[in-house]
């Protein structure tokens, strides 16, 4: 069996899957199934003003190269998720966790084109509030830890690896801080997302960033 090729563009994503696994490509890739609800919700995505693009193998918008909302077909529906939806409004009450521990991201689950159709004015409007998020310039908080702000590099970092987001929750708040006051003083996204990469071995650790 040949190796999966990951998607370029969102049109090959629909036509071929996310090539994370043997399956893309096939019949039996789980992004087939849900070809059309998510045909549905990119196109109302594409009203707005958020730039399409692939991220780990699957749909993702920006707003000035900040990842707003992502696209995702899973085994039982699909998923539209905002990366900063804990800080949104839910005024539909359609907003759900990703997963049980999930701190900011919030997802809308799809099982059907209907039911897209008929939340097409709600979501253009939720689209239109996590813009807004970013253009605000607000870093992002965790009111449950009473920390400093998480940089976005860091949260897209936990998005990526789900163990470095496990192994830094597991620090104490103590160490949990150091690390947020470090990242957060570079001034440049690339300077931080640097700085993340090099501190990940002590985070898993258990270390604090200037612990040897």
Known sequence: MSKPVKPSNVDEYLKAGCGRCALGGTPDCKVHPWAEVLRSLRAIVLQTELVEVIKWGAPCYTYANKNVLMLGALKESVVLSFFRGSEMKDTAAILDLPGENT?????????????VASLEEALLGYVAQAIEIEKSGKAVSDPKLGQPAYPQELIEAFE???????????????????????????KQSKTKAARIEKCMPKVFSGKGWNER
């Open 103 to 115: 701190r900011f991201a919030r997802c809308i689950r799809f099982k059907n084109t209907e039911s």
């Open 160 to 186: 990526q690896n789900a163990d470095f987001k496990a192994a830094f929750a597991a620090l104490t708040p103590g160490r949990q801080r150091g690390y947020l006051l470090y990242f957060t003083s570079a």
